[in-house]
């Protein structure tokens, strides 16, 4: 059990919270980001992730640091919460961090992530978006319960998956969930184990549609 719940703690360490002042007004961190309603955002990827937190009004004010990684294990992005802020904040106060790879790995080549077309990439953000949606909401037990299973079962993988992209198309974002979804099974050179990852435990783009009609017609 100590067991586990260490494990746990290894996906969400080493990062400290850095305890935001609150402040919201944009302003220059350094050369590399900027920052604008409690986000830290680096400037290559500004346009697409100011693209996609406007479908998100409910995460306005929350502390979110989207960090460039050289690589992530599994992952193109990861988003997280902040472990310090995770046991000791309550959850309107938790912050969070979107992990994102500089430059994602095709094979023979490599690819900036702010040259991924411009529609993919605001999907993928909004597909982390779409996790910190599912974390604010729940505890902070629920919370651990909930990273404990998610690293044991594909089956807890893939209903995470599912919230995420079902927080992100009610949020608007169908077209852009359906385009990342098929940048990153028709673009050749990602990994076979990546491909069939999101092949097998993710919504594939016939469920994103049919899901997507669905909101809109319960909408009208
Ligand atoms: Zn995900």
């Known amino acids: 059990m100590l067991n586990l719940v ?3 703690l290894l996906i969400f360490l080493p990062y400290t919270s850095q305890c935001g002042d609150g402040e919201s007004s944009p302003e220059v961190v350094n050369n590399n980001k900027f920052e604008v309603d409690n986000k830290t955002i680096p400037w290559e990827i500004k346009d697409a992730v100011v693209e996609a937190l406007a479908y998100f009004p409910e995460l306005a004010g929350v502390r979110i640091d989207f960090e460039f990684r050289d690589r992530i294990r ?7 919460p902040r472990v310090l802020t995770l046991l000791v904040t309550g959850k309107e106060t938790r912050e969070y961090r979107i992990k994102i790879t500089r430059e994602l790995d ?10 991924v077309p411009h529609d ?3 999907g993928w953000i909004g597909h982390e978006l779409g996790h910190i949606m599912d974390y604010k909401e729940r505890s902070t ?3 651990m319960y909930f990273g404990m299973r998610y690293i044991m079962s594909n089956k807890r993988l893939t209903e995470a998956e599912i919230a995420a992209d079902t927080y992100a198309i009610s949020c608007g974002m169908g077209h852009q969930i359906m385009t990342v979804k098929n940048f990153i099974l028709n673009q050749e050179g990602f990994s076979e184990e990546y491909r069939s990852k999101i092949r097998d435990l993710y919504m594939s783009p016939s469920q994103i549609l049919s ?3 669905e909101l809109e017609n319960s909408d009208g």
């Not at 095709?106 to 040259?115: E, N, V």
């Open 106 to 115: 095709l094979g023979d080549t490599l690819l900036a992530i702010k040259d």
């Open 120 to 122: 993919a990439l605001v």
């Open 6 to 8: 260490l494990k746990v």
């Open 74 to 80: 599994g992952a193109v992005m990861q988003a997280q």
């Open 211 to 213: 899901l997507q009609e």
């Open 141 to 143: 037990t629920n919370m």
